[in-house]
């Protein structure tokens, strides 16, 4: 069975104040996005507790967005900590898609990482 589920994914460092600020206001904009939509799955990732998972993706700027879908990675970049810039991006990457979206193409260390976190996700 294919997985089908949605990726919400922050990538963060545990030292970034910013980050610590962020964490809730992520929470609350994915938890209405969700909103009972059990495909959807959030992350909250460290890139220094897990850098055999973040791999060859190289975060400058947190926080770090990463949306993935069963189509494939639909974002990945930098975003400004605010919540409505949050529900803009979230909105168009996972609430508001057709089934005929076209996503625009990534690194491939970020395809690479979308692979791994998908196959531990499975597990």
Known sequence: MPDRA??????????CRLCDDYAPV????????AAGDDR?????????????????????TFPTLVVIGPDG????????????TLRRVLRATVAETSADARWPAVAPEIDA????LRQRAAV
């Open 6 to 15: 949605i990726h919400i994914v922050c990538l963060c460092a545990a030292w």
């Open 26 to 33: 992520l929470e609350q904009v994915a938890a209405e996005l």
């Open 40 to 60: 959807v799955l959030r992350h909250w990732i460290d890139i220094e507790d897990e850098a055999e998972l973040v791999g060859e993706f190289d975060v400058e």
């Open 73 to 84: 990675v639909r974002f990945a970049g930098p975003l400004t900590p605010q919540p409505e």
């Open 113 to 116: 990482f979308a692979a791994r």
